[in-house]
């Protein structure tokens, strides 16, 4: 329990890193797909780097946080098979760092860092009237849809697919 406790701490922080890595040094609008129509229809294209180097920075970092989060699923699979886990083990854990991810993705990014601290809103000011009088982020009924139905579906469907072996 503790293994996997550690685990979805990790894949929360390889997600922060992406986040920060997307919208502070690559700055690229195609990695805003999950924003607001409204918000994806007012981004400027930023051409300029924040500073030299920062593009380079950022998918540096991108990177490194997609091999961090393949190294969880890595690691807790292997785990798993390791201690002889079985099914409902399996899927708990699965289940477990998921929940924690998304229970951390909506109050740190959706919270806090969109409407309370305004990061998002710091590096792109003209989604500023986007979510100016939101008390939460935009995106409620996904967040939930995913946190109740989608990511214990997909950890179901791994813990099966881990039993198998």
Same mark, same amino acid.
């Not at 685990?7 to 690559?26: D, E, G, K, N, R």
């Not at 292997?78 to 899927?91: E, I, L, N, V």
């Given at each position: ?69 393949? %190294?969880? %699923?890595?690691?807790?699979?292997? +785990? %798993? ?50 979510? +100016?009088?939101?008390?939460? %982020? ?28």
């Amino acid at each position: 329990m503790l293994l996997t406790i550690f685990l979805a701490v990790v894949f929360c922080a390889s997600i922060t890193l992406m986040l920060i890595s997307a919208v502070a040094f690559v700055q690229d609008i195609k990695f805003f797909s999950s924003a607001p129509k409204e918000a994806q229809e007012v981004l400027i294209p930023r051409e300029k780097e924040l500073f030299y180097g920062a593009r380079v920075m950022g998918w540096t970092l991108m990177i490194f946080s997609m091999v961090m989060i393949l %190294g969880v %699923g890595v690691v807790s699979i292997w +785990d %798993g098979f390791r201690s002889g886990y079985t099914f409902a083990q399996f899927f708990l854990r699965f289940v477990l760092i998921f929940t924690i991810y998304k229970i951390y993705d909506m109050t740190c990014f959706d919270y806090f860092l969109l409407m309370k601290f305004h990061f998002f809103q710091h590096y792109f000011p003209e989604v500023e009237s986007v979510y +100016d009088g939101r008390k939460y %982020g935009y995106n409620i009924k996904s967040q939930l849809l995913k946190l109740l139905v989608i990511f214990p579906a997909v950890s179901a469907l791994a813990a099966w697919i881990c039993t198998l072996f």
